[in-house]
């Protein structure tokens, strides 16, 4: 039998890039550290609650439909798929309330509502994000930028789409509101990114929910999870769960042999990918490797994203005055992301994301009873290493204090069931670097070309996919990262 390729880590990144590699003929295998696939796109079910433990806001439906369609399946076969209306309802401390969408008459009267001037405002940044879109995704984001010149064929473009500048910058060259600046640049914290630091590329995001919606996948992103595992095991793959990789063996050519895994078991491979923390990829799995101990050093120096505080709970009564996604903006906003991102504070006064995927899906939670999320963005455990053993209930009750007063009241008396999320299981459980949740920061100088490249250049058979590599983090840059990575190994592989 020849050898396999071994994917490390079954995130989304993983999971594409398995579904390529399998539907070009090459025999693949999955290695996951936790005892159920997605990464990210965990999920827990607790009295009949069942939480997502990761991304909720579906969009660029066609990436996965492309996945299918790779071996002539179809995708309604597998995953279903909801739009969701509004696709964020935004809340600010003073009671005003904007439902974001792309029913234009419905945004420009809410935009009016605020200040009539930034309609004309908005229409120009609405131009802009689609030259963005044009450009930095059609173009730039399933391509890998292995050499220098590939990024220097592209300077024109970035320099024309004042990639420098930053995304909150290029919002307020347009719209003057305070609250609008917010409402059309908060989207990069989704990415990892704060919109004061953020390349203007990432204003593509608001081009991209317009395109094509915001959908939430029935029974939640767990069964899109599902559907994806289902579709690469009918391709032939292999998905070893519970299978955590320790090594990867490389010989004095430098080139990957074999890795090894938690059970003691050495499978000699074709190539290794990996979907798993590139931090940790180079630094514990590469261990014995120079070239990756100098890589390592190399990534000592980067910036990698806040982490998130995650606080999932089931209530026992329904709550349909909700919108399936809120933002809930809190009193500050570039002082709160300063403190984030740059002083190591934990903000007593943070904004928040919910997600309520009862008011969509009831299979969500048992009859009569909803599920939500809770997420706020806190600094990553290089910026602020505290106990959140310790930290943890006392910051739930400042959340739960924040959604009783604002959108659930009472919250605290329905409790039926909770879970909480900090950095340290970022760290622990998803081996990430300074629990960072969403990798390196998708600053400008880690972007494209300056990102982890999706092969290695020294380290022969070292491939990558997920957010550390490029284009980055959410689950759009995942899937299109893996798009990316097998272009590279079936030319590779399959070439020579
Ligand atoms: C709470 C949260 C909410 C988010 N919401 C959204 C959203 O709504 N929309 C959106 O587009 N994006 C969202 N994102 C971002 C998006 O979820 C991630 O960028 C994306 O899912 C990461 O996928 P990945 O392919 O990089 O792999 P990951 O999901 O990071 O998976 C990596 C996998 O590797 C495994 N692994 C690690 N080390 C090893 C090892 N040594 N051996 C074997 N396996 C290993 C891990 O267990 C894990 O399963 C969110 C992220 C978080 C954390």
């Not at 050499?147 to 930053?166: D, G």
């Amino acid at each position: 039998m020849s050898k396999k390729i071994a994917i490390i880590g079954s995130g989304f990144g993983g999971l594409a890039l398995a579904i390529r590699l399998q539907a070009s003929g090459l025999e693949t295998v999955i290695l996951e550290k936790r005892d159920k696939p997605g990464g990210r796109a965990y999920f827990y079910e607790e009295k009949g609650f069942h939480f997502d433990a990761g991304p909720t806001v579906i969009t660029a439906p066609h990436i996965f439909e492309e996945l299918f369609e790779l071996t002539d399946k179809k995708m309604e076969d597998y995953i279903e798929l909801i739009p969701i209306d509004p696709f964020y309802r935004l809340l600010w401390p003073d009671g005003e309330v904007f439902n974001y969408n792309s029913d234009m008459n419905a945004l420009y009267a809410q935009i009016e509502k605020l200040n009539p001037k930034d309609v004309r405002g908005y229409k120009k940044f609405l131009k802009f994000s689609n030259a963005v879109f044009k450009e930095g995704y059609e173009k730039m984001v399933d391509h890998p930028f292995q050499s220098i010149w590939s990024m220097v064929k592209v300077a024109p473009q970035l320099l024309l789409l004042q990639s420098f500048r930053s995304v909150y910058s290029m919002v307020s060259k347009y719209i003057k509101h305070p609250k609008l600046r917010q409402a059309f640049s908060y989207h990069t914290l989704l990415l990892g990114g704060s919109p004061y630091s953020s390349s203007a590329i990432y204003s593509l995001i608001h081009a991209l929910e317009h395109k094509w919606g915001v959908w939430f996948a029935k029974g939640g992103t767990s069964a899109l999870v599902a559907g994806l595992v289902k579709l690469y095991e009918d391709l032939g793959g292999t998905l070893h769960l519970n299978c955590a990789v320790q090594s990867i063996e490389t010989n004095d050519n430098n080139e990957v042999v074999s890795i090894h895994n938690v059970n003691g078991e050495r499978l000699e491979i074709a190539a290794v990918a990996s979907n798993a923390d590139i931090y940790h990829t180079y630094n514990e799995l590469l261990s014995d490797n120079k070239t990756a101990q100098k890589k390592t050093k190399v990534l000592k120096r980067k910036k990698f994203s806040p982490s998130l505080f995650l606080l999932h709970f089931g209530l026992r009564r329904e709550h349909p005055q909700l919108a399936h996604h809120t933002i809930l903006f809190g009193p500050r906003w570039k002082e709160l992301l300063e403190d984030i991102y740059h002083n190591g504070v934990l903000p007593e006064d943070n904004a928040l994301y919910l997600h309520a995927p009862s008011v969509t899906d009831k299979s969500m939670a048992p009859e009569g009873c909803s599920a939500y999320y809770a997420l706020a963005v806190v600094p990553n455990l290089g910026k602020l290493n505290i106990d959140w053993s310790i930290e943890k209930e006392r910051y739930k009750e400042v959340i739960y204090q924040q959604l009783e007063e604002r959108c659930i009241p009472n919250l605290r008396e329905d409790l039926v069931v909770e879970k909480i999320f900090t950095p340290i299981d970022f760290e622990k459980e998803l081996n990430s670097y300074q629990g960072a949740a969403f990798s390196m920061e998708p600053l400008l100088i880690q972007s494209a070309f300056f990102r982890i490249h999706n092969s290695d250049q020294k380290i022969k058979g070292l491939y990558f996919t997920g957010a550390g590599t490029h284009p980055g983090a959410g689950v759009p840059g995942v899937v299109n990262s893996a798009k990316a990575t097998a272009r590279i190994m079936i030319d590779n592989l399959k070439n020579g």
